[in-house]
């Protein structure tokens, strides 16, 4: 589990990443490579964020920036899957055991735990950051914050984009 101090320190540089980003896609590469880097436990940080489709579609997660394996889930409907639970209810979603989570989309089998975050842009999921870990409930209180604080500088950054 990360220590507090260095849960600190990574949260002070994405505030500093997020001040310096070029972009919002930017930040997000930075965020997702300071995560994979950053974090042992975290085999796999990438973000889902909510494709603009016609009305006649319905909506679905589109890959964004990832570090990674490859995942041959690059699109996923709202209503598969953690990530679409995540989306589809607005709130945060941590399996302990993905193997007994029906909801699991098989990605690597090296998963043993995810936690998945909304993005939220004035009050509306928009996307998600999903990180995967190889250790079974690697994911605590420590872990769910940082993840939620990463979640909330990209939507802070996407609310400054005019609609």
Not at 16 to 36: Q, T
Not at 82 to 99: M, N, R, Y
Request: overall charge negative.
């Amino acid at each position: 589990m990360p220590d507090r101090s260095r849960t600190e320190e990574i949260l002070s540089e994405l505030d500093r990443l997020s001040r310096a980003a070029g972009s919002v896609k930017d930040f997000m590469w930075e965020v997702v490579s300071l995560l994979h880097d950053s974090m042992p436990r975290y085999h796999w940080v990438g973000f889902y964020m909510l494709e603009k489709s016609p009305v006649s579609h319905p909506p679905v997660l589109v890959l964004g920036p990832f570090q990674g394996a490859m995942t041959p889930h690059t699109r996923i409907p709202l209503n598969q899957g953690i990530c679409g639970a995540a989306a589809s209810t607005g709130k945060t979603v941590i399996v302990e055991d993905v193997s007994k989570d029906p909801r699991y989309l098989a990605c690597s089998t090296g998963t043993k735990s995810e936690i998945v975050m909304p993005i939220f842009v004035r009050g509306k999921v928009i996307g998600e950051l999903d990180i995967d870990s190889s250790f079974p409930a690697a994911f605590s209180d420590a872990d769910r914050t940082l993840v939620e604080r990463c979640a909330a500088l990209v939507g802070r950054q996407l609310e400054n984009i005019p609609v």
